[in-house]
Structure formats: C-alpha cells, structure tokens
C-alpha cells in the first residue's frame, strides 16, 4: 500500500507544488502525494517551467486550501516553508509532521536567468532533501 503525504505552504503555488509533482514522479510506485496551502495563492508559472524542464508536468495541479484534506489521513504532513509549518493545524490519526524548510523562489529578485536559477536550484534541493529522507523512510 502506498504512503500518503500532504506537501504544505503557505501559497501552494511552488514549493509545495514542485515537492507533490518530484515525490509523485520519482516515488510513484511507493508514494502518494497531494499538497495545499494554509492561503493558497494560484500555480505558480515559473514554478511549472522549472518542472517541464525535467520532463515532469504539473501544470494541471491546483492550488488548494488545506481544508480541501480535511479527515483524510496521511503517514506524513510535511511543511516546506516556516509560515506553513506555525500555521500548520495538528493531524490526528498518527500522521508524522514534519518540517523541512527551503528559499521561497518568488522573493528571487534579479535577472531573469538569475530568477530561474533560485527556482532551479530550490526544486533540486527539495528533490534532493525529500528523495533522502523518503528513501530512508521506506527501507
């Protein structure tokens, strides 16, 4: 049976974004994941280029509010900016909640390119940092 986890930020625009389509993409035999947001903000469009470069689409996902999950259960609920994770409501049920920060790519100020190297190597640090944690966790 699979695992479900619940990826959670504030906006669920990018990194939350970007954690559900890596983890469904690189765990899809093992891992179900879902993502929301404590006050959702839209999908995030750079956020979707960054994904279609490593062939992965989540240009259908949609932004929603963490009550969407409301009574459905999860092995794991994991914040992946600090707002989210002190706005986070408590799961029942034995859900692991965890908090695994990283940079908020939208603040990236500069270039273009250099705007698009925040989003790039933020989604490599998040598929690096969860594709660790969650190999450990299904040994």
Known sequence: M??????????????????DGLI??????????????TEP???????????????????RNSSDHISKYDGQSFDYAITLCGDANDKCPLFVGGVQRIHIGF????????TEDEVLAVYRRVRDE?????????RRELQ
């Open 126 to 134: 998040i598929r690096q940092q969860l594709g660790e944690f969650f």
């Open 24 to 37: 469904n993409h690189d765990f899809a035999d093992r891992i179900e994941a879902f993502s929301a947001g």
């Open 41 to 59: 903000h839209g999908l995030n469009a750079k956020a979707v280029q960054v994904m279609a470069e490593l062939g992965i689409d989540i240009s």
């Open 2 to 19: 699979k695992k479900r986890v619940l990826f959670l930020c504030t906006g669920n625009s990018c990194r939350s974004q970007m954690a």
């Open 103 to 110: 940079d908020d790519p939208p603040k990236a100020t500069g």
